[in-house]
């Protein structure tokens, strides 16, 4: 970070240093920001009359470390957020981390298996004071790593799930809950990790495909006489992907309208390898087309065979136990006791030798893994609590069909409806110790007792009205989501609604998501919020798409294809790739890793810094001791005494500088384009298409600030021209703020340099201005680059290199004003502008602007029209060649898509030039 000197350095001359480096160094420069930001929070004001502008932070895990996806998810929040905080918004990014009770355990577990210990032999208490020691030493790496990313968060409120306010709100919340009627005890089917030996919520599950085997069994009837329907008569066929189930059988369930099967319902088929019978019987959840058209009923093994049984009214046995083995008396001896995936295989040995599996086939099946141990999941059957998740989910159905809550990107909004039109009851209990402990008590008889909702922090067994009483507390602790389900208004001080932040801070503005977290995460706090707090939680909920590679697929560590961002960030700099991840960032699709973009945010951050060194040795001495926000009055003194009056201030200075001091065509031109940027980069962020923003933003800034206004600006920058000097000072630091949110460390630093004591963070966001609008300029100074265009392609027609001088004419409608500002045109295309020319010429035309170059005394004619034909017909080879290739159907059937499309890129660019081409040789 710069510190500006108290006095002025010696740089009064483009030959001298300038403030900043002569290259740009991002591990000199994002350093000290990042700690300052960090060390110095942008510390929210609950108290102010500002209008908030509220983003909590996705909370990450504490175990975690900083991958992709949190980088562009916190990339894009805090681009948000410094827009909003220099927009005059009361923004505060809320920072924090989630105690991810699974991994967290399985993490300190593993350290204790290293050391021979095991969490039993601790006890609660001690293994509980271990992992509070692990996250004080290692936990939050993450939160460090985020600081390095430049997130400018309100540190001071920083949350974290198990802290003690964020457990007395999901203590408050499920006391809450029960006492109304939402949660409950009871036996449904739950994600069973037999590893961690605890239940799973689907999102802390990976689904994977992996090739297995679809087996077809036969069921006996019990009448052998019965006709045939899928199979032989006396018989009814059965497809299953987990034989080792069948003893949990309890039905055979057919459509009630497939005409195959009428004639079995309420009749009886013997399970395989056993001898008891179970009933066929008809729900229309059964598919007609899928399979052989018969389903197994196994309700303790399969939710969907759960919900069959409750519409029958099926006993629900179970045949595998929490480690995953084969148990049950159910269960023939041979069987009793194995894994279930040995017991599988032992299973349809016994089928094959019986003559009941008819046939085994190759089959790809999606299966669930843990996402911590990577075992598989088992469904079962387990006693576990729930919450009922309809009455909430109807209520957010009514706030998203008044306008309460809307999605970015639109398409959204329907997987959101349809997640909560068919939602299923909330497994909220975890065999777990780390976590929050469910605040319920058991006596003898199983009766449950939860604290009062008067008094909910007073534990049962402390409560005197049940002193006579022994009281057991439930072991479990809560789903991690229980707690996360809060977040947008558990770290603002509910259930205290009287807190400041509170009153202040919510609801949110913004929750910034991926989409793959709409159901697990966004859904539940859309829930949480309307039933708890009787509001939306967040307005808008902003969803990218998935970070992949380069080739599309999931970054893992099992597949080796896993980048980490800290060495994105020490190759390229944090803001080339905060520049990456919001220009890749489009609509809420997945995204690509490619590394291209990367470096064209280095390059850019390069391009930028250079400009600004520009700038800085020509503005002189003067920008180093200017004192105020945004005040160039003291600057435009010390240039010409006498110049500018004491009312030349940033809320008016680009419209001070086109009507004062004769500005040059290129200096309005140049204000009015950046009004226009300033307006639709405004509309794009408000929008929430960072992407769009920051394309804008780029196209101007390389294009029309660095490669046109300043080589246009150089005339009359090298004659001293206050008007000029002044409006580069004043557009690159307009600039510097319009790209401040997206690339916070060079225009930080720039903008220090320019003499800005004040940090540019804190600076007020430009308003475009009707009255700086000028058709007039923009036609001018386009005639001027359709000028320089035209002569550049001449010189490039002729052979010639950039750098070789070339007297030129120029005629049609913009001569005049080309006329006018020959000084321009000549230093930028290196050109000589003559009233006229001699012998044969070559012509261009951009336009309204025809330039004429002269052949005789520059080129060999002959030669250089028969170099000019070869050329032509080197074009005309490469077409026909690339058209070749795509009429072929085998070519386009079997080339990759990018081939494809580089193919016929190659025809529409060599077809650009053939044209050109043929025009050229058309003068002759």
Same mark, same amino acid.
């Given at each position: 970070?710069?510190?500006?000197?108290?006095?002025?350095?010696?740089?009064?001359?483009?030959?001298?240093?300038?403030?900043?480096?002569?290259?740009?160094?991002?591990?000199?420069?994002?350093?000290?920001?990042?700690?300052?930001?960090?060390?110095?929070?942008?510390?929210?004001?609950?108290?102010?009359?500002?209008?908030?502008?509220?983003?909590?932070?996705?909370?990450?895990?504490?175990?975690?470390?900083?991958?992709?996806?949190?980088?562009?998810?916190?990339?894009?929040?805090?681009?948000?957020?410094?827009?909003?905080?220099?927009?005059?918004?009361?923004?505060?990014?809320?920072?924090?981390?989630?105690?991810?009770?699974?991994?967290?355990?399985?993490?300190?577990?593993?350290?204790?298996?290293?050391?021979?210990?095991?969490?039993?032999?601790?006890?609660? @208490?001690?293994?509980?004071?271990?992992?509070?020691?692990?996250?004080?030493?290692?936990?939050?790496?993450?939160?460090?790593?985020?600081?390095?990313?430049?997130?400018?968060?309100?540190?001071?409120?920083?949350?974290?799930?198990?802290?003690?306010?964020?457990?007395?709100?999901?203590?408050?919340?499920?006391?809450?809950?029960?006492?109304?009627?939402?949660?409950?005890?009871?036996?449904?089917?739950?994600?069973?990790?037999?590893?961690?030996?605890?239940?799973?919520?689907?999102?802390?599950?990976?689904?994977?495909?992996?090739?297995?085997?679809?087996?077809?069994?036969?069921?006996? /009837?019990?009448?052998?006489?019965?006709?045939?329907?899928?199979?032989?008569?006396?018989?009814?066929?059965?497809?299953?992907?987990?034989?080792?189930?069948?003893?949990?059988?309890?039905?055979?369930?057919?459509?009630?309208?497939?005409?195959?099967?009428?004639?079995?319902?309420?009749?009886?088929?013997?399970?395989?390898?056993?001898?008891?019978?179970?009933?066929?019987?008809?729900?229309?959840?059964?598919?007609?087309?899928?399979?052989?058209?018969?389903?197994?009923?196994?309700?303790?093994?399969?939710?969907?065979?759960?919900?069959?049984?409750?519409?029958?009214?099926?006993?629900?046995?179970?045949?595998?136990?929490?480690?995953?083995?084969?148990?049950?008396?159910?269960?023939?001896?041979?069987?009793?006791?194995?894994?279930?995936?040995?017991?599988?295989?032992?299973?349809?040995?016994?089928?094959?030798?019986?003559?009941?599996?008819?046939?085994?086939?190759?089959?790809?099946?999606?299966?669930?893994?843990?996402?911590?141990?990577?075992?598989?999941?088992?469904?079962?059957?387990?006693?576990?609590?729930?919450?009922?998740?309809?009455?909430?989910?109807?209520?957010?159905?009514?706030?998203?069909?008044?306008?309460?809550?809307?999605?970015?990107?639109?398409?959204?909004?329907?997987?959101?409806?349809?997640?909560?039109?068919?939602?299923?009851?909330?497994?909220?209990?975890?065999? !777990?110790?780390?976590?929050?402990?469910?605040?319920?008590?058991?006596?003898?008889?199983?009766?449950?007792?939860?604290?009062?909702?008067?008094?909910?922090?007073?534990?049962?067994?402390?409560?005197?009205?049940?002193?006579? !009483?022994?009281?057991?507390?439930?072991?479990?602790?809560?789903?991690?989501?229980?707690?996360?389900?809060?977040?947008?208004?558990?770290?603002?001080?509910?259930?205290?609604?009287?807190?400041?932040?509170?009153?202040?801070?919510?609801?949110?503005?913004?929750? $910034?998501?991926?989409?793959?977290?709409?159901?697990?995460?966004?859904?539940?706090?859309?829930?949480?919020?309307?039933?708890?707090?009787?509001?939306?939680?967040?307005?808008?909920?902003?969803?990218?798409?998935?970070?992949?590679?380069?080739?599309?697929?999931?970054?893992?560590?099992?597949?080796?294809?896993?980048?980490?961002?800290?060495?994105?960030?020490?190759?390229?700099?944090?803001?080339?790739?905060?520049?990456?991840?919001?220009? !890749?960032?489009?609509?809420?699709?997945?995204?690509?890793?490619?590394?291209?973009?990367?470096?064209?945010?280095?390059?850019?951050?390069?391009?930028?810094?250079?400009?600004?060194?520009?700038?800085?040795?020509?503005?002189?001495?003067? $920008?180093?001791?200017?004192?105020?926000?945004?005040? /160039?009055?003291?600057?435009?003194?010390?240039?010409?005494?006498?110049?500018?009056?004491?009312?030349?201030?940033?809320?008016?200075?680009?419209?001070?500088?086109?009507?004062?001091?004769?500005?040059?065509?290129?200096?309005?031109?140049?204000?009015?384009?950046?009004?226009? $940027?300033?307006?639709?980069?405004?509309?794009?962020?408000?929008?929430?298409?960072?992407?769009?923003?920051?394309?804008?933003?780029?196209?101007?800034?390389?294009?029309?600030?660095?490669?046109?206004?300043?080589?246009?600006?150089?005339?009359?920058?090298?004659?001293?021209?206050?008007?000029?000097?002044?409006?580069?000072?004043?557009? /690159?630091?307009?600039?510097?703020?319009? /790209?401040?949110?997206?690339?916070?460390?060079?225009?930080?630093?720039?903008?220090?340099?320019?003499?800005?004591?004040?940090?540019?963070?804190?600076?007020?966001?430009?308003?475009?201005?009707?009255?700086?609008?000028?058709?007039?300029?923009?036609?001018?100074?386009?005639?001027?680059?359709?000028?320089?265009?035209?002569?550049?392609?001449?010189?490039?027609?002729?052979?010639?290199?950039?750098?070789?001088?070339?007297?030129?004419?120029?005629?049609?409608?913009?001569?005049?004003?080309?006329?006018?500002?020959?000084?321009?045109?000549?230093?930028?295309?290196?050109?000589?502008?003559?009233? @006229?020319?001699?012998?044969?010429?070559?012509?261009?035309?951009?336009?309204?602007?025809?330039?004429?170059?002269?052949?005789?005394?520059?080129?060999?004619?002959?030669?250089?029209?028969?170099?000019?034909?070869?050329?032509?017909?080197?074009?005309?080879?490469?077409?026909?060649?690339?058209?070749?290739?795509?009429?072929?159907?085998?070519?386009?059937?079997?080339?990759?898509?990018?081939?494809?499309?580089?193919?016929?890129?190659?025809?529409?660019?060599?077809?650009?030039?053939?044209?050109?081409?043929?025009?050229? !040789?058309?003068?002759?």
């Amino acid at each position: 970070m710069t510190d500006l000197p108290e006095t002025t350095p010696d740089n009064t001359t483009p030959e001298n240093d300038s403030i900043l480096a002569k290259q740009f160094d991002p591990q000199a420069v994002e350093p000290d920001w990042a700690a300052r930001w960090r060390n110095e929070p942008f510390r929210a004001d609950a108290t102010s009359g500002k209008e908030p502008f509220t983003i909590v932070i996705p909370p990450p895990n504490v175990t975690g470390n900083l991958h992709l996806g949190h980088a562009l998810d916190n990339t894009l929040i805090d681009t948000l957020i410094r827009y909003k905080r220099m927009a005059g918004f009361e923004a505060l990014y809320l920072p924090g981390m989630d105690h991810a009770g699974i991994s967290t355990q399985v993490l300190v577990e593993k350290q204790l298996r290293e050391q021979g210990i095991s969490r039993h032999d601790l006890g609660r @208490e001690r293994f509980l004071d271990n992992v509070w020691e692990w996250k004080a030493e290692s936990g939050g790496i993450i939160l460090n790593q985020l600081t390095r990313l430049g997130v400018s968060a309100d540190w001071t409120r920083e949350r974290f799930t198990m802290d003690e306010g964020l457990s007395r709100a999901v203590r408050a919340q499920f006391v809450r809950l029960y006492h109304d009627g939402a949660a409950y005890r009871g036996e449904r089917i739950v994600n069973w990790d037999v590893a961690a030996q605890t239940t799973l919520s689907e999102l802390e599950i990976d689904r994977e495909v992996r090739k297995g085997k679809m087996t077809t069994l036969s069921y006996k /009837l019990e009448d052998a006489s019965t006709p045939a329907s899928n199979g032989e008569a006396g018989e009814i066929l059965i497809a299953t992907v987990r034989p080792e189930t069948i003893f949990a059988d309890q039905a055979i369930a057919v459509h009630p309208e497939d005409g195959r099967f009428t004639h079995l319902v309420g009749q009886k088929a013997r399970i395989p390898l056993t001898d008891r019978y179970i009933p066929v019987i008809a729900d229309a959840a059964v598919e007609m087309d899928f399979g052989v058209g018969a389903l197994k009923i196994t309700p303790a093994h399969d939710p969907t065979d759960f919900e069959i049984g409750e519409r029958h009214g099926l006993a629900r046995p179970s045949v595998i136990d929490l480690e995953g083995n084969l148990t049950s008396d159910l269960v023939p001896e041979a069987f009793r006791g194995l894994e279930r995936f040995a017991a599988r295989k032992a299973v349809v040995k016994a089928l094959i030798e019986s003559g009941d599996l008819l046939e085994e086939k190759d089959h790809d099946t999606a299966i669930g893994l843990s996402e911590r141990t990577k075992v598989p999941v088992e469904p079962i059957i387990s006693t576990q609590w729930f919450v009922h998740m309809k009455p909430f989910a109807d209520q957010v159905l009514a706030g998203l069909e008044k306008g309460e809550m809307r999605l970015v990107p639109d398409r959204y909004g329907k997987v959101n409806r349809d997640w909560l039109e068919n939602i299923r009851d909330w497994n909220i209990s975890r065999q !777990l110790w780390w976590g929050h402990q469910i605040p319920a008590w058991y006596d003898a008889e199983g009766n449950i007792y939860v604290p009062d909702p008067e008094n909910p922090e007073l534990d049962c067994d402390q409560d005197p009205r049940y002193a006579h !009483l022994e009281l057991r507390r439930d072991p479990d602790v809560f789903d991690t989501w229980f707690s996360s389900n809060l977040w947008p208004f558990s770290t603002l001080g509910w259930p205290d609604t009287d807190s400041e932040d509170f009153r202040k801070f919510y609801p949110t503005q913004v929750l $910034v998501t991926g989409y793959d977290i709409l159901f697990f995460w966004v859904a539940r706090m859309q829930m949480a919020g309307y039933g708890l707090t009787g509001q939306a939680p967040f307005n808008t909920v902003m969803l990218h798409g998935l970070y992949l590679d380069a080739k599309g697929q999931k970054m893992s560590k099992s597949k080796g294809n896993g980048i980490d961002p800290l060495e994105l960030f020490e190759q390229y700099g944090v803001d080339a790739c905060r520049f990456a991840f919001a220009f !890749l960032s489009t609509g809420g699709q997945d995204i690509r890793h490619d590394a291209r973009r990367f470096e064209q945010g280095r390059n850019f951050a390069n391009k930028l810094w250079n400009a600004a060194r520009f700038a800085l040795m020509r503005l002189g001495e003067a $920008v180093g001791g200017l004192e105020g926000e945004d005040d /160039l009055t003291n600057y435009v003194r010390s240039l010409q005494p006498g110049a500018a009056s004491a009312t030349l201030r940033s809320k008016d200075v680009l419209t001070e500088l086109v009507t004062r001091d004769d500005p040059t065509p290129a200096d309005r031109w140049i204000i009015s384009r950046l009004n226009a $940027v300033t307006a639709e980069v405004g509309a794009q962020l408000d929008a929430f298409d960072l992407g769009a923003a920051i394309r804008t933003l780029y196209a101007f800034t390389w294009d029309e600030f660095c490669d046109w206004y300043i080589e246009a600006a150089k005339p009359a920058l090298a004659e001293g021209r206050l008007g000029s000097m002044a409006t580069l000072k004043a557009v /690159l630091e307009h600039i510097l703020k319009l /790209l401040h949110p997206f690339m916070p460390f060079i225009t930080s630093e720039v903008y220090a340099a320019l003499g800005h004591r004040r940090q540019l963070a804190l600076h007020a966001w430009p308003q475009p201005v009707d009255a700086l609008h000028d058709a007039d300029a923009t036609r001018t100074f386009n005639g001027l680059r359709d000028a320089v265009a035209a002569a550049r392609s001449l010189k490039n027609e002729l052979g010639l290199s950039p750098q070789d001088r070339l007297g030129v004419v120029v005629e049609g409608e913009q001569a005049a004003t080309v006329s006018a500002n020959a000084r321009v045109v000549e230093s930028i295309a290196r050109v000589n502008l003559v009233s @006229e020319l001699e012998g044969r010429t070559l012509s261009a035309v951009e336009g309204g602007v025809t330039v004429r170059a002269p052949l005789e005394g520059t080129v060999d004619i002959a030669e250089w029209l028969g170099k000019q034909k070869k050329r032509l017909a080197e074009l005309d080879k490469q077409i026909k060649q690339a058209q070749g290739k795509l009429s072929s159907e085998a070519f386009v059937a079997r080339a990759p898509a990018e081939v494809i499309e580089e193919e016929k890129r190659r025809v529409q660019d060599f077809g650009a030039q053939k044209e050109r081409l043929e025009a050229v !040789l058309a003068q002759f």
